[in-house]
């Protein structure tokens, strides 16, 4: 009760920031003009916004999308606003894992620096789907895909922090629904991989953010035992009307959301975690932490499980190894 009241007056925390602080003002201090980031579904919502307050504050930005026009829209309205950005757009499908591969291959041949990753991109799909390599469709595209870059991805951002001192920073961005879900998360996962019998839009939803979250706390692990220079947070941005809900727009959409306006954050406001946890100095060295209106804050039970997160990046690595080799997910259970 206590927190949703501070949500509600938009209370600064520990950090100075609230569920009311801005993207453009938790960076008002921030120089990036060193910097590249890439930033995954940059082309609306939050990660546009997120991708226009970076190109404000001078970082190189690397827009990948699966739909390079609209990419390129966006490109064109940050330069409208910031004629001298710089700003590179590349074919990316995030629930191909080709796609992925080659999207990697192709950034590593411009021979850029890498300082920053935030994985935004997120899918909420009614209608159930199966990927080309055989994973149901949100876990594949808001965290197999991701799951894939990041560690593709990982090697240049430890070089890029070796060689320039600036510690690397990957985020996350996951969402309070990770709670909701509930269950052995592999069984769950091969059940909707193989038909649409158990499938609940939500559920899924849910299980792909869980994800999220129990890679950042693996890969957090990973990165202290390798001593390396680059952290990994994730980050729940707040409720906000974005093209997120494509999928499901209605009336029981509608209603939910007017329901919840006292909650809504606008885009501004809900991009302003992800920016603080990418950007803010007072984060160095922070690392495999949950973060809600720029504090760092708890999450559930399942997402705090060392043991679940491990098991996940095993799964993972199976899930994502060459397609010579399946796995049974049914045969690993959480």
């Known amino acids: 009760?206590?927190?949703?009241?501070?949500?509600?007056?938009?209370?600064?925390?520990?950090?100075?920031?609230?569920?009311?602080?801005?993207?453009?003002?938790?960076?008002?201090?921030?120089?990036?003009?060193?910097?590249?980031?890439?930033i995954t579904g940059a082309t609306s919502g939050i990660g546009a916004e997120t991708a226009r307050v970076l190109a404000k504050r001078g970082a190189r930005l690397v827009l990948p999308a699966r739909s390079v026009k609209t990419a390129e829209e966006t490109k064109a309205r940050i330069l409208a606003e910031f004629p001298d950005a710089e700003i590179i757009v590349m074919h990316l499908d995030l629930s191909s894992l080709t796609s992925v591969r080659r999207f990697v291959d192709d950034f590593e041949s411009l021979n850029l620096p890498l300082n920053i990753l935030i994985n935004n991109a997120g899918k909420y799909a009614h209608k159930h789907a199966i990927s080309e390599d055989g994973v149901e469709m949100t876990f594949a595209t808001n965290y197999l895909g991701h799951f894939l870059l990041t560690k593709l991805l990982l090697k240049k951002m430890i070089e890029t922090a070796a060689q320039t001192g600036v510690q690397g920073r990957i985020v996350n961005v996951t969402s309070v629904i990770h709670s909701w879900f509930s269950?052995?998360?592999?069984?769950?996962?091969?059940?909707?991989?193989?038909n649409n019998r158990n499938y609940d839009a939500t559920r899924a939803y849910a299980l792909s953010k869980?994800?999220?979250?129990?890679?950042?706390?693996?890969?957090?692990?990973?990165?202290?035992?390798?001593?390396?220079?680059?952290?990994?947070?994730c980050v729940h941005p707040g409720i906000v009307r974005t093209r997120l809900t494509r999928d499901r727009e209605g009336i029981v959409t509608d209603l939910v959301f007017f329901l919840t306006s006292k909650l809504l954050k606008s885009v501004p406001q809900a991009a302003?975690?992800?920016?603080?946890?990418?950007?803010?100095?007072?984060?160095?060295?922070?690392?495999?932490?949950?973060?809600?209106?720029?504090?760092?804050?708890r999450t559930s039970k399942f997402g705090s499980c060392n043991l679940?997160?491990?098991?996940?990046?095993?799964?993972?690595?199976?899930?994502?190894?060459?397609?010579?080799?399946?796995p049974d997910l049914s045969q690993t259970s959480f």
């Open 210 to 233: 869980l994800a999220n979250v129990l890679h950042t706390l693996e890969l957090s692990r990973i990165l202290h035992k390798m001593d390396a220079n680059v952290t990994a947070n």
């Open 1 to 38: 009760m206590i927190e949703t009241v501070k949500h509600l007056i938009g209370s600064g925390g520990p950090s100075g920031f609230g569920s009311r602080s801005t993207a453009d003002h938790v960076t008002c201090n921030s120089d990036l003009r060193s910097l590249t980031a890439i």
């Open 272 to 297: 302003a975690t992800t920016c603080y946890v990418a950007t803010s100095p007072r984060l160095r060295n922070v690392c495999g932490k949950y973060f809600s209106d720029c504090n760092e804050a």
């Open 308 to 326: 679940k997160a491990q098991r996940l990046w095993t799964a993972s690595d199976l899930l994502v190894s060459p397609p010579n080799s399946t």
């Open 183 to 194: 269950g052995d998360m592999l069984q769950y996962l091969a059940d909707i991989s193989r």
